[in-house]
Antibody
Framework: EVQLVETGGGLVQPGGSLRLSCAASGFIFGNYWMHWVRRDPGKGLVWVSRINSDGTSTAYADSVKGRFTISRDNTKNTLYLQMNSLRVEDTAVYYC??????????????WGQGTLVTVSS | DIVMTQSPDSLAVSLGERATINCKSSQSVLYSSNNKDCLAWYQQRPGQPPKVLIYWATTRASGVPDRFSGSGSGTDFTLTISSLQAEDVAVYYCQQYYDTPYAFGQGTKLEI
């Protein structure tokens, strides 16, 4: 069974940093692109970032570019999101999600349970 | 960037009745390699992560009840629940996975 478990969320002050982790199991982690998506309070889902299977290519939403860094360790089957210069508007539940397959199968399946990040003074 | 717009924002439907949610993309999301639209629908129940219901605009994901169906092409897409069940109370999102940023619609809250 494919499982994704996020950790690392919590309360942080504006301007602070946090690193999220997503432990993957049940599939060959190094074969799949991975994503971070957040659900803003009172709003909807917002795609945050993605990384290709070997970590050599990344992409970011404009709202986090230059502040967030996605990375992965395929030897540990773990995805990361380093979040710096956090803002109040980064408050959200953060999910990691697996790309469904190869060759255009870019939908997200499955998703982790999420970890809550609260940015507040 | 591709913008996804859903309607309505919220919807109340009686048990056993049909629910229809619309999604419009600001440009084509057609994947030329297989001539299919890169459009997915997700269901997010309260307290749960999102779950894919439909991909390639019309293909039901494994284990999804057949009362859920996706239709449309080009830039206009629809999710239909043919006979609403209590467990279908959720927020529904469309998403284009054609190119980054992989935009979601704003969500449609479905209530009984």
């Amino acid at each position: 069974e494919v499982q994704l478990v996020e950790t690392g969320g919590g309360l942080v002050q504006p301007g602070g940093s946090l690193r999220l982790s997503c432990a993957a199991s049940g599939f060959i982690f190094g074969n799949y692109w991975m994503h971070w998506v957040r659900r803003d309070p009172g709003k909807g889902l917002v795609w945050v970032s993605r990384i290709n299977s070997d970590g050599t290519s990344t992409a970011y939403a404009d709202s986090v570019k230059g502040r967030f860094t996605i990375s992965r360790d395929n030897t540990k089957n773990t995805l990361y999101l380093q979040m710096n210069s956090l803002r109040v508007e980064d408050t959200a539940v953060y999910y990691c999600a697996k790309r469904a397959g190869l060759e255009g199968k870019n939908w997200f399946d499955p998703w982790g349970q999420g970890t809550l990040v609260t940015v507040s003074s | 960037d591709i913008v996804m717009t859903q309607s309505p924002d919220s919807l109340a439907v009686s048990l056993g009745e049909r629910a229809t949610i619309n999604c419009k993309s600001s440009q084509s999301v057609l994947y030329s390699s297989n001539n299919k639209d890169c459009l997915a629908w997700y269901q997010q129940r309260p307290g749960q992560p999102p779950k894919v219901l439909i991909y390639w605009a019309t293909t039901r994901a494994s284990g999804v009840p057949d009362r859920f169906s996706g239709s449309g092409s080009g830039t206009d897409f629809t999710l239909t629940i043919s006979s609403l069940q209590a467990e279908d109370v959720a927020v529904y999102y469309c998403q284009q996975y054609y190119d980054t940023p992989y935009a979601f619609g704003q969500g449609t809250k479905l209530e009984i």
